[in-house]
């Protein structure tokens, strides 16, 4: 059965051959293809099914799909000489839907080459890498970077199932992609974090990477990862380079053909080491919400929406979502991920995360969620609080910290702050 002439089609994104397959294929076929996660629950499936238009679905049938099923032979062969399409959209991905319905975010094939171009010149990526990763394959980490990745540079890719230390110490690859979930767990087992020793580059994303887990992975794996930034509807545009010294906590800069800057909130630039808005164009970027088109400045530039700062150097270092991670109080623009990193180097803090919260008299008040080390005493919260003034300062220390079990993530590790409100 064949896919060529379909609007759209929307695939069963499991972590299997069967992903990979449908959507080269439908690449091949020049058909959008929407990657529908395998756990979405009836409401979420079917807006995403009608919103996207998808005519087809890949993978086995299901009751609550009422489109052409479109099986997927992951066995099946061809001599057939296919041309690869000239432009068009590639993929229609949706984004988490925190305020709101899931947007389909239209990525072009134009876009996607960009990226993965741009990362292969950062991380020095070629076919001579071994690539190893166990991400879902509905996001643009696991995906587009670690599936369309590997096919455009031609490097073989182990897809361990799940992203657990001991898969990650067994696959024997030279590059691996992860969360820092997931890199927090290899450097808590020293014997899989060994064995990861004769890698060429650890790439860690989605998330900002803990500096005790970056230390960790530099005393037993013998190197920290490196750090890139994206989003849905930019891809990645941000990537420290993998010839440079790595620096925990910065995300590098531009990739080729990819501009970023950092704003105030009049829109004038601000100086190095100041945080502000960031702003990307270029190459990478999205053609708009699926029906809805794309918000730019007057001058062209793409607002992420997360606050940032850059070094003397042109290392940024991503603070976090501005409406959830710059907090503005007593007068002070706070970066919330700071503030997180000085509580996670406290040996009585396992997870951390760092909220503001309205406050008469001083606008936001700093207030810190912190999961407990399993391995040390129970900390105090004057101590943590003392602990943060001395290592930043005293404004930035938190005014209240709150005990919980677990911190809210999604898929991807993603702390929700918004569950902690």
Same mark, same amino acid.
């Given at each position: 059965?064949?896919?060529?002439?379909?609007?759209?089609?929307?695939?069963? %994104?499991?972590?299997?051959?069967?992903?990979?397959?449908? @959507? !080269?294929?439908?690449?091949?076929?020049?058909?959008?293809?929407?990657?529908?996660?395998? &756990?979405?629950?009836? #409401?979420?499936?079917?807006?995403?099914?009608?919103?996207?238009?998808?005519?087809? /679905?890949?993978?086995?049938?299901?009751?609550?799909?009422?489109?052409?099923?479109?099986?997927?032979?992951?066995?099946?062969?061809?001599?057939?000489?296919? *041309?690869?399409? &000239?432009?068009?959209? !590639?993929?229609?991905? =949706? *984004?988490?839907?925190?305020?709101?319905?899931?947007?389909?975010? @239209?990525?072009?094939?134009?876009?996607?080459?960009?990226?993965?171009?741009?990362?292969?010149?950062?991380?020095?990526?070629?076919?001579? &890498?071994?690539?190893?990763?166990?991400?879902?394959?509905?996001?643009?980490?696991?995906? $587009?970077?670690? $599936?369309?990745?590997?096919?455009?540079?031609?490097?073989?890719?182990?897809?361990?199932?799940?992203?657990?230390?001991?898969?990650?110490?067994?696959?024997?690859?030279?590059? =691996?992609?992860?969360?820092?979930?997931? /890199?927090?767990?290899?450097?808590?087992?020293?014997?899989?974090?060994?064995?990861?020793?004769?890698?060429?580059?650890?790439?860690?994303?989605?998330?900002?990477?803990?500096?005790?887990?970056?230390?960790?992975?530099?005393?037993?794996?013998?190197?920290?990862?490196?750090?890139? =930034?994206?989003?849905?509807?930019?891809?990645? *545009?941000? %990537?420290?380079?993998?010839?440079?010294?790595?620096?925990?906590? #910065?995300?590098?800069?531009?990739?080729?053909?990819?501009?970023?800057?950092?704003?105030?909130?009049?829109?004038?630039?601000?100086?190095?080491?100041?945080?502000?808005?960031?702003?990307?164009?270029?190459?990478?970027?999205? &053609?708009?919400?699926?029906?809805?088109?794309?918000?730019?400045?007057?001058?062209? /530039?793409?607002?992420?929406?997360? !606050?940032?700062?850059?070094?003397?150097?042109?290392?940024?270092?991503?603070?976090?979502?501005?409406?959830?991670?710059?907090?503005?109080?007593?007068?002070?623009?706070?970066?919330?991920?700071?503030?997180?990193?000085?509580?996670?180097?406290?040996?009585?803090?396992?997870?951390?995360?760092?909220?503001?919260?309205?406050?008469?008299?001083?606008?936001?008040?700093?207030?810190?969620?912190?999961?407990?080390?399993?391995?040390?005493?129970?900390?105090? !919260?004057?101590?943590?609080?003392?602990?943060?003034? %001395?290592?930043?300062?005293?404004?930035?220390?938190?005014?209240?910290?709150?005990?919980?079990?677990?911190?809210? #993530?999604?898929?991807?590790?993603?702390?929700?702050?918004?569950?902690?409100?």
């Amino acid at each position: 059965m064949r896919i060529s002439g379909a609007a759209t089609a929307a695939i069963d %994104a499991t972590a299997s051959a069967s992903t990979v397959v449908g @959507v !080269a294929g439908c690449l091949l076929a020049g058909v959008p293809v929407v990657p529908v996660p395998p &756990d979405a629950g009836p #409401r979420v499936r079917e807006h995403l099914l009608r919103d996207s238009g998808a005519a087809v /679905w890949l993978g086995p049938a299901r009751e609550d799909v009422p489109l052409e099923t479109v099986p997927v032979d992951v066995d099946a062969r061809t001599s057939a000489s296919v *041309t690869e399409p &000239d432009g068009g959209t !590639a993929l229609v991905m =949706y *984004t988490s839907g925190t305020t709101g319905a899931p947007k389909g975010a @239209v990525l072009s094939r134009a876009a996607l080459a960009a990226c993965l171009d741009g990362l292969a010149d950062a991380w020095s990526w070629t076919a001579d &890498d071994v690539l190893v990763h166990g991400l879902p394959l509905f996001h643009v980490h696991g995906l $587009v970077l670690g $599936v369309l990745g590997a096919l455009r540079t031609g490097s073989p890719l182990v897809h361990t199932g799940r992203p657990t230390p001991e898969a990650y110490a067994a696959a024997g690859g030279s590059l =691996y992609f992860g969360v820092p979930t997931v /890199w927090g767990r290899v450097a808590a087992d020293p014997s899989a974090a060994a064995a990861l020793r004769g890698a060429r580059l650890l790439v860690s994303g989605s998330a900002g990477l803990p500096a005790p887990v970056f230390d960790a992975l530099v005393a037993t794996a013998g190197q920290g990862p490196v750090e890139r =930034y994206g989003m849905t509807e930019t891809l990645i *545009t941000l %990537a420290a380079r993998a010839d440079r010294r790595r620096l925990v906590g #910065r995300v590098g800069g531009p990739i080729a053909g990819v501009e970023a800057r950092i704003v105030d909130e009049s829109g004038r630039a601000v100086a190095p080491g100041e945080i502000g808005d960031l702003q990307v164009r270029g190459a990478t970027l999205f &053609d708009g919400y699926l029906g809805r088109g794309r918000e730019l400045t007057d001058d062209g /530039w793409f607002a992420t929406g997360d !606050a940032a700062e850059v070094d003397g150097d042109g290392n940024h270092r991503i603070v976090g979502r501005a409406k959830d991670d710059l907090i503005k109080s007593g007068g002070y623009r706070i970066g919330a991920g700071e503030i997180e990193a000085a509580l996670l180097a406290h040996p009585a803090v396992r997870e951390a995360a760092v909220v503001g919260v309205p406050d008469p008299d001083l606008g936001q008040r700093i207030v810190a969620y912190v999961v407990s080390s399993s391995t040390a005493d129970s900390p105090d !919260a004057d101590v943590l609080i003392q602990h943060v003034a %001395a290592h930043l300062s005293v404004h930035q220390r938190p005014r209240e910290v709150r005990f919980v079990d677990a911190l809210p #993530r999604n898929a991807m590790g993603k702390i929700q702050k918004g569950l902690l409100h």
